[in-house]
């Protein structure tokens, strides 16, 4: 028992557990599903399949979290890559063709690749600090974008590419399986090779892991790119789903929910330990909470203030400050008795 | 009560019980404390000696037993209780605000007020007052960061005093100071001393407890094993009951100075004319298989930074260094461990563990970093590993999922060695491997280089206790003021005369 609240993930899961109960109790459709079309319907399916963008920008923020910086210039590079595809698809001659969404899609994800590559120089090899580093992105990606979208919101009509965003295999939503492959991927790629333990050994120590010889450049290098090319890949799920390149819209504020969900998954902002399972909890809280927010028909102005109660409150059911002032409350009380008499030996004596 | 004789102490604790989670960190402990006394406490990592200080400040509660302070019963429920009992505790990393000045950490909280506005400058002359008291001439507003590590302890042991401290606990003061600074502190203690003021002087250095110390309480596993006036207590004596066996085994080991060293291939590790300006003057030094070199030389005389350059750690501006009779380019760490060279830092928590680590992945951190990222160690090697070299250098606890962060200095070390050890080098850098660790782990790490000397390693041996580095060193090299000025067979030269070489050697009087 006493594990079970020690276990890092307990809370996260308990957070999650919590929304997704006082939800059925306000809507106790909240669990339902419906077939309709060859499509599974339900508010599950949808928060797993919106969930997808943020997904995969908050696994790429993980990494780079781990390696004790941050990456500010996610939402910027969705912006990018969403423009850069939706942009060759429109002049393209055949933009509903498979060939072109496919070229679309792949220079979209390289061009975010080369910006990941970017921001990994920055850091890794000329030392800018990473909020700074990644806050030049982060301003003048959105500008890179305006100028490749002609400064208009370009929108295309491309069954295709629609798909992406919006279509269905075997009943179940694209962007879902696109979010699993990478939280799959992510694992793999981590936690099957030393890549994890070295990423985590650099983020709690950097210099002791230098002199112990590991390539440190490398791995931080490598987690900005990474972040780079999954920020690119949310990029074109979010500008299937309108069919637009909206610069200023795509991902905006993204990498605030992003460091949210790394943080509410129990990843430490100082580096070192993370949690790929945490990450993907913290997602789907901030998911579940919007779709909660939404559901209640709380006016899109209070939303934020909502918003931030619900996650004050989850933060604090985490942080073990509080836990340990709950414990010595608990004590306080229990020790009471004892220290009376001590106090009354004293005087005896 | 009282005989007449005897000073009434101003701490006195009895039948301290502290219990953790399976283990007894403290059974049944006595402690008294007298004012005017400096007295050590001694033991081993573990022993309870910090457990004892954290109960005397307040940091963990007892389970059972009295404390009294001053004649009054104390049950402190926080640090904030145990101070205002006067208790003053002067921790090894110096817990002040760096970025504020001499004066402002002197008499933070108690600034002198007129009209309630602080007055900096009376406060500041209060400062220096209370400085100028303890024999330290600094300017009370130089921001406290720029001073060295040693005059922010004198600072924090002013403060201590305006505090109107009646105990000051000093812990493990001396880790990173020069001789002459040792000298400035003790002098300091001394003052404190005569003023009345008990001092729980805490130190791994034998030579430092038996100069400064008049009683010395010994611990050992969590129990009382006596306290002695220093003057009755032979070292030999002391140790033993430290580590509750007899010294003969210690002396028994490690003595490899008189090994004989075959010279006539290539040398391990050769370095000619290595320098980096303004680090450390162009030095040479060369490394045959099998044999210790030890570096000699005070703090700051450029021992570490030469072997940094050994290393790669950091980049040489001059020079050459050569493996087996081949030149090598070594610009990084990763350079010197493809040439199988290994080192472990002398900040051992700064640039050696990777704390929240566990203690098997710190061990494998080393062959990892070599095999890459793409390809894990392999559970079966992994697991291999790390137990044989968690049992041959006798890893406590032996636990290899236990955070490494939480582990003893000593048993930190030997995490360390371990690491380099598994990597199969053929030359291992230790800089200060045996700092601020007890007699059973010190002896420990000893036996294993001199046994790893034997089977071939190259080994180059920084220490600063010299008396350590004559014994297993074969060759000595001799540093001064980031200076290499000399060398010497270790059998050719003992103590005396090596510590009056370092002090008095003249500049052109390179050997």
Redesign the interface.
Same mark, same amino acid.
Request: hydrophobic residues 40%; charged residues 25%; positive net charge.
């Given at each position: 028992m006493k594990k079970l609240f020690k276990h890092r993930l307990t809370w996260p899961v308990a957070a999650l557990a919590a929304l997704v109960v006082i939800n059925t109790i306000a809507r106790p459709q909240f669990l339902s599903l419906t077939v309709k079309e060859n499509q599974l319907y339900g508010p599950l399916v949808t928060i797993l399949r919106d969930s997808a963008p943020l997904m995969l920008v908050a696994l790429g923020m993980t990494l780079v979290i781990a390696t004790r910086g941050i990456d500010l210039s996610v939402g910027a590079v969705m912006a990018v890559s969403g423009a850069v595809s939706l942009t060759i698809i429109a002049r393209s001659e055949a933009p509903g063709s498979f060939a072109t969404v496919a070229i679309a899609v792949i220079v979209g994800i390289l061009v975010a690749l080369v910006l990941g590559v970017w921001n990994g120089f920055l850091v890794s090899v000329l030392g800018i600090q990473p909020i700074i580093a990644t806050l030049v992105l982060m301003l003048a990606g959105r500008g890179v974008a305006l100028l490749i979208t002609g400064g208009a919101i370009t929108t295309v009509v491309s069954p295709p590419y629609k798909w992406i965003a919006a279509g269905y295999i075997a009943y179940l939503p694209v962007a879902m399986f696109i979010s699993i492959a990478a939280i799959v991927a992510v694992a793999l790629f981590e936690r099957r090779t030393a890549l994890g333990v070295l990423t985590e050994a650099v983020g709690i120590n950097p210099e002791a892991s230098r002199l112990a010889g590991v390539r440190s450049r490398s791995i931080i290098w490598g987690a900005y790119i990474v972040s780079g090319v999954l920020a690119g890949v949310a990029g074109i799920i979010f500008a299937g789903r309108t069919m637009a390149a909206d610069a200023n819209a795509a991902g905006f504020m993204i990498e605030l929910y992003a460091i949210l969900a790394v943080v509410l998954g129990g990843t430490s902002l100082m580096g070192g330990k993370f949690s790929i399972a945490g990450t993907v909890i913290g997602v789907l809280i901030i998911q579940t909470l919007d779709s909660t927010i939404l559901f209640l028909g709380v006016p899109s102005a209070q939303k934020p203030l909502f918003f931030a109660i619900v996650v004050v409150i989850v933060v604090l059911i985490q942080s073990t400050r509080v836990h340990d002032f709950g414990r010595s409350v608990g004590q306080r009380f229990a020790r009471k008795e004892p220290t009376d008499i001590r106090i009354d030996e004293e005087v005896a004596a | 009560m009282h005989t007449d004789t005897a000073v009434q102490p101003i701490v006195d604790m009895t039948g301290i019980t502290i219990r953790f989670p399976g283990v007894l960190a403290l059974n049944n402990v006595d402690f008294s404390l007298r004012p005017g006394e400096v007295h050590a406490l001694m033991g081993e990592n573990g022993a309870g000696k910090s457990t004892l200080i954290k109960a005397l400040t307040g940091v963990y509660s007892i389970d059972a037993g009295t404390i009294f302070v001053g004649g009054r019963?104390e #049950?402190f429920a926080t640090t904030a209780d145990a101070q205002r009992a006067g208790i003053s505790t002067v921790y090894q990393e110096v817990n002040l605000c760096p970025n504020l000045s001499v004066g402002e950490n002197v008499m933070l909280g108690h600034e002198p007020r007129t009209g309630g506005r602080i007055d900096w400058k009376a406060a500041h002359a209060r400062a220096s007052e209370h400085l100028a008291a303890l024999g330290v001439d600094v300017d009370p507003r130089a921001e406290l960061s720029s001073h060295s590590i040693a005059i922010q302890q004198l600072v924090a042991i002013a403060r201590a005093m305006v505090l109107d401290a009646k105990v000051l606990i000093l812990d493990e003061p001396t880790s990173s100071l020069d001789r002459s600074e040792v000298e400035r502190l003790f002098g300091v203690i001394r003052g404190v001393k005569a003023t009345g003021v008990a001092v729980l002087f805490v130190s791994h250095f034998l030579d430092q407890v038996y100069e400064i110390s008049d009683r010395i309480t010994v611990l050992r596993n969590g129990n009382l094993i006596g306290d002695y006036p220093t003057a009755e207590l032979p070292r030999e004596q002391l140790v033993s009951k430290m580590i509750g066996r007899e010294l003969e085994d210690l002396a028994a080991l490690a003595r490899t100075a008189e090994r004989t060293i075959d010279r006539d291939s290539a040398p391990v590790l050769k370095a000619e004319g290595l320098g980096k300006r303004g680090i450390v003057e162009p030095a040479d030094i060369d490394v045959y298989e099998g044999e210790v070199v030890g570096i000699a030389g005070l703090l700051g005389s450029g021992r570490t930074e030469l072997v940094r350059l050994l290393?790669g750690?950091d980049r040489a501006d001059s020079g050459t260094v050569s493996v087996h009779g081949a030149l090598a380019k070594i610009h990084a760490?990763?350079h010197a $461990?493809d040439h199988r060279i290994a080192?472990s830092?002398e900040d051992r928590r !700064? /640039? !050696? $563990? *990777? #704390?929240?680590?566990t203690v098997a /992945?710190n061990i494998v951190? !080393?062959i990892? #970093?070599?095999? !890459?990222? #793409? +390809? +894990? *160690?392999r559970p079966s090697v992994h697991d291999a590993v790390v137990a044989e070299y968690m049992e041959a250098l006798d890893v406590r606890p032996a636990n290899p999922a236990m955070v490494a962060g939480n582990l003893s200095g000593g048993n930190q070390q030997k995490v360390l060695l371990a +690491?380099w050890l598994a990597t199969a080098p053929e030359l291992i850098i230790l800089d200060e491997p045996t700092r601020g660790i007890d007699v059973g782990a010190k002896a420990d790490i000893q036996r294993k280089v001199a046994e790893l000397a034997e089977q071939g390693l190259g080994v180059v041996f920084i220490s600063s206790e010299l008396e350590e580095v004559l014994r297993i060193a074969q060759r000595v090299v001799v540093m001064r003021d980031r200076r290499r000025i000399g060398e010497f067979v270790s059998q050719d030269i003992d103590l005396d005369g090596l510590i009056d070489y370092i002090a008095n050697a003249e500049r052109g009087n390179v050997a």
């Open positions: - | 019963h #049950a290393y750690a760490p990763r $461990i080192f830092s !700064g /640039e !050696g $563990i *990777v #704390a929240d680590l /992945e951190l !080393g990892q #970093a070599r095999q !890459g990222w #793409a +390809r +894990r *160690v +690491r």
